[in-house]
């Protein structure tokens, strides 16, 4: 911080950081929402198809599973929205940014969950569970590559010390 409270790099404020990283987040969470959102409405209708009664049982429990999963992910990726809602004009922005990145996070963990149990009972149905993790699995990898690999490896390479 300079003396007159404002940061180094991008010289802005507090609030100036706070009210960006709040633009950037949300437009983020836009992109995983919608995504969410899609996959959920449609693992709503599968239990009303004929099929699913001829499902077996581990396929109905994996199916229950990817549903509940799917409306934790829907849950936690709509929360930073109410969270802003409910907290706008109390002047406690950095504190609001700080949450609903820790609710985004647990919504990309749990929308990963959900896309894998939707991968995993999907490929089952495919392929009568004959080559299902071997299927699953390297997406499953590349998620985890595209989604935290290569993110935090430009964070640990990238990142530049601090000045203070």
Not at 63 to 82: D, H, N, Q, R
């Amino acid at each position: 911080m300079t003396q007159d409270g404002r940061r180094r790099g991008r010289n802005e404020t507090e609030e100036e950081r706070a009210d960006r990283m709040w633009v950037e987040l949300i437009q983020e969470v836009r992109v995983a929402q919608t995504g969410v959102q899609i996959l959920f409405g449609f693992l709503l209708t599968v239990v009303f198809q004929p099929k699913y009664a001829t499902l077996p049982r581990a396929d109905h429990v994996i199916y229950i599973v990817t549903v509940v999963l799917g409306a934790c992910a829907t849950g936690a990726l709509i929360g930073p929205v109410s969270l802003h809602r409910l907290v706008s004009g109390r002047r406690v922005k950095p504190q609001a940014v700080a949450l609903a990145s820790r609710m985004t996070f647990v919504g990309l963990v749990l929308l990963l969950a959900t896309m894998t149990s939707s991968l995993v009972l999907i490929l089952r149905v495919a392929t009568h569970g004959s080559a299902t993790a071997w299927l699953a699995a390297p997406v499953v990898a590349w998620y985890l590559v595209c989604w935290y690999g290569l993110p935090l490896w430009a964070r640990r390479r990238h990142t530049a010390p601090p000045d203070d």
